[in-house]
């Protein structure tokens, strides 16, 4: 019987979902047939009715110029700006506009186009476009006697201003960063590069929630075949409400369960210039203060800005150092693992007898005196980023020395496991691209597992298999390891290493742009003297 009557709930659940989700189709459908009346009290309670008579929707009624002829506006007093209504909607129509109804019959089009000074406007009748743009910020104003309105911009945007990027410093390159205003982040993109193939196409994501979302490319550079990937890849998305830019970009990868990052998120709006000028594809939301880029390949995640504010030989042993730092991040403390606990004769004696010593009096075995100290440096980091910043910082170092001094005096943990993870710990955090230091982070722990069951042959396999899921991977068509393992010599200048930048005349082909020239060197010598 309880199983039977688990079966009748599990059924009248489904029903019940069903008889929700038809009523919420039928409820779009009938405003999707609505349309505005000439009667504007009507209009005004039908689109009262819609929006759930929500106190914040404010609602204004009035005659034009001292006539008879009756006329209301209606908007959200939490997205509109009230100044910009009063003074280039209302008072317009109140004030500045009896002259004309002198001279003659006014209609709809001399009210549109002599009587409102505000700036954008279109003309609408139908209440899903009108419902939409209400809850957006725009105005409605609706006149007696006609079935249709106009739709005012009268958005106000506030938000904090644009600051210094919080995940990606940089030490030479430009301070700003996006912020949570969409309008705002294409401006900043625009200021940077002003070319008229510049291309913002804009689309809104969500049932309920229809969010703003700008795909940002170059016209005559992007593949159009990645371009018409990405869009079909966005068309496909049915959510419900709004979702974050990371979300989306799990939404819309071929591998979304990937360990590994397949696609970019940046708060640089230089960053994002240079990503569509070599022909990739930047994703705003509105809300979010990060972008997404696509593709994204394992090279494309270790470069940084300051890469291209130094000279070419420095920022290659820069991007080399950070390749070492990556391996140490992943690898370190399994190697020390598989050294000292199956081939300690790899080490020269002094180094091997110093160890020992040091771990004289350490309860544990080396896996788990790992694993402990691991656990202990993620709950400072989680600690150290959850804290107010005026003691997150102060309590990750002390709490890091404290800890740190006080398990080496009592014997958990031998000094040299303290170097180790400190090292390993600083390794991680020299990766530019926050995601794949924490990928680096994750991988730890099956390498020390590894490690501590078959050594240094643990450590190998491991490597191998993560080089084979490395080259399985593609990002929107894109191998995850190119430029490294590609057919294009020309894109190895800005892999591993930076070539100067005079020698990168190419665009990457790997991204199969349409103008593949990036670079054309001008003669150098001045004009001839007589």
Request: aromatic share 6%; hydrophobic share 45%.
């Amino acid at each position: 019987m309880p199983e039977r009557g688990n079966i009748m709930a599990s059924i009248f659940r489904k029903l019940l979902n069903k008889k929700q989700s038809n009523a919420e189709n039928r409820d779009n459908a009938d405003i999707e047939k609505l349309q505005l009346s000439g009667n504007i009290q009507d209009n005004l309670n039908r689109l009262k009715n819609i929006m759930s008579n929500s106190g914040d929707i404010k609602t204004r009624e009035f005659n034009l110029a001292g006539s008879n002829m009756k006329a209301a506006v209606i908007f959200i007093g939490t997205l509109a700006n009230e100044d910009m209504i009063h003074q280039h909607i209302i008072r317009p129509l109140i004030m500045e506009s009896a002259i004309l109804f002198h001279k003659n019959q006014v209609n709809f089009e001399e009210i549109k186009n002599s009587m409102i000074s505000a700036g954008n406007l279109k003309e609408a009748a139908a209440f899903d476009d009108i419902v939409l743009g209400i809850m957006s910020g725009d105005t409605l104003l609706t006149i007696q006697g006609f079935a249709k309105g106009l739709l005012i911009e009268s958005k106000e945007y506030q938000g904090r201003t644009v600051g210094e990027p919080s995940l990606e410093p940089s030490v030479k390159g430009p301070q700003e960063a996006f912020v949570e205003i969409l309008k705002i982040n294409i401006g900043l993109i625009r200021r940077r590069f002003r070319d008229p193939n510049l291309c913002i196409d804009m689309h809104r994501i969500g049932r309920r929630a229809k969010a703003d979302l700008a795909i940002v490319f170059v016209k005559g550079i992007v593949d159009e075949n990645l371009l018409s990937n990405i869009k079909r890849k966005l068309d496909t998305i049915d959510i419900d409400g709004s979702a974050t830019t990371i979300q989306l970009g799990q939404m819309m990868t071929e591998r979304p369960n990937s360990v590994l990052p397949m696609y970019q998120t940046t708060e640089r709006p230089d960053k994002v210039v240079s990503a569509i000028s070599e022909g990739r594809v930047a994703i705003l939301l509105d809300g979010a203060p990060n972008t997404i880029i696509a593709p994204v390949t394992l090279p494309m995640l270790m470069q940084s800005p300051d890469d291209y504010f130094e000279g070419w030989f420095g920022a290659t042993i820069i991007r080399l150092s950070r390749y070492v730092a990556l391996f140490i991040s992943a690898l370190f403390p399994a190697l020390y693992i598989a050294i000292t606990s199956f081939h300690p004769g790899m080490l020269p004696s002094n180094l091997t007898l110093s160890i020992v010593r040091t771990r004289s009096g350490v309860p544990f075995p080396v896996i788990i005196e790992a694993l402990l100290m691991e656990f202990v440096l993620e709950l400072l980091l989680e600690a150290g980023i959850r804290l107010p910043r005026v003691v997150g910082q102060t309590v990750s170092i002390v709490g890091g020395l404290v800890i740190g001094q006080s398990a080496v005096q009592a014997g958990i943990v031998s000094p040299i496991m303290v170097i180790i993870i400190s090292v390993t710990a600083l390794s991680s955090f020299s990766i530019p691209s926050y995601s794949l230091g924490l990928v680096t982070r994750i991988a730890r722990v099956p390498f020390m597992i590894l490690a501590s069951a078959f050594g240094a042959f643990g450590v190998s396999m491991g490597l191998l298999i993560s080089l084979i899921y490395l080259v399985s991977l593609k990002s929107f068509g894109v191998s995850y390891m190119k430029p490294i393992s590609t057919d294009h010599p020309s894109d190895w200048k800005d892999s591993t290493i930076r070539a100067p930048l005079w020698s990168m005349k190419k665009r990457p082909q790997m991204l199969h742009p349409q103008d593949i020239i990036r670079l054309k060197r001008r003669n150098r010598s001045g004009p001839n003297e007589n």
